[in-house]
T-cell receptor, first 115, second 115 residues
Framework: DGGITQSPKYLFRKEGQNVTLSCEQNLNHDAMYWYRQDPGQGLRLIYYSQIVNDFQKGDIAEGYSVSREKKESFPLTVTSAQKNPTAFYLC??????????????FGPGTRLTVL | DQQVKQNSPSLSVQEGRISILNCDYTNSMFDYFLWYKKYPAEGPTFLISISSIKDKNEDGRFTVFLNKSAKHLSLHIVPSQPGDSAVYFCAASARRGSTLGRLYFGRGTQLTVWP
């Protein structure tokens, strides 16, 4: 089955540690996205990538980093510089880059808790 | 600043009645709109979309209406069912400009359908 995989479902880290969230898709989609959801805040865009080896900052990129070395993978690193890292993180993908018309499909999310 | 606004954080409707969820946007470049449904601790799932060349799009119990002059869209669910209870997100995108390929999300409306 094609889809978007995010692992793990729940992740705990100590304050000051970097942590990398995994996102893999086998849909052959060009574009991939990372969002963060906080209560009452909706979905806020962290980073997005339209093509391999290229990515753009979203609205809340500070304290995060990404890479896009392979089409199917778009890992997100939450660094110690992120002041409020505890949140629900969602990865998404869409078929074409730079479309403005394509639906984004979401993974199941990773709940990150920083202790 | 929020470019997509969902001013009602919650809506409660009796089973069988109509649910109307509203969304406003400020950016006149937006020309494609989507609605997503989200259950707790899961990724959003796509419901329905509409292009700015239309003013209505229907899919089963779900209908989206677009009023471009008012920069307003609404999602109608008829009849509402208890399984529709979820958070509904409105999203918008533009076919042109530097932000091509990304979606802008509202903060969501929690719909509760009671028996």
């Amino acid at each position: 089955d094609g889809g978007i995989t995010q692992s793990p479902k729940y992740l705990f880290r100590k304050e000051g540690q970097n942590v990398t969230l995994s996102c893999e898709q086998n849909l052959n989609h060009d574009a991939m996205y990372w969002y963060r959801q906080d209560p009452g805040q909706g979905l806020r865009l962290i980073y997005y990538s339209q093509i391999v080896n290229d990515f753009q900052k979203g609205d809340i990129a500070e304290g995060y980093s990404v890479s896009r070395e392979k089409k199917e993978s778009f890992p997100l690193t939450v660094t110690s510089a992120q002041k409020n890292p505890t949140a629900f993180y969602l990865c998404a993908s869409s078929i074409r880059a730079l479309s403005g018309r394509d639906t984004q499909y979401f993974g199941p999310g990773t709940r990150l808790t920083v202790l | 600043d929020q470019q997509v606004k969902q001013n009602s954080p919650s809506l409660s409707v009796q089973e069988g009645r109509i649910s109307i969820l509203n969304c406003d946007y400020t950016n006149s470049m937006f020309d494609y709109f989507l609605w997503y449904k989200k259950y707790p601790a899961e990724g959003p799932t796509f419901l329905i979309s509409i292009s700015s060349i239309k003013d209505k799009n229907e899919d089963g119990r779900f209908t989206v209406f677009l009023n471009k002059s008012a920069k307003h869209l609404s999602l109608h669910i008829v009849p509402s069912q208890p399984g529709d209870s979820a958070v509904y997100f409105c999203a918008a995108s533009a076919r042109r400009g530097s932000t091509l390929g990304r979606l802008y999300f509202g903060r969501g409306t929690q719909l509760t359908v009671w028996p």
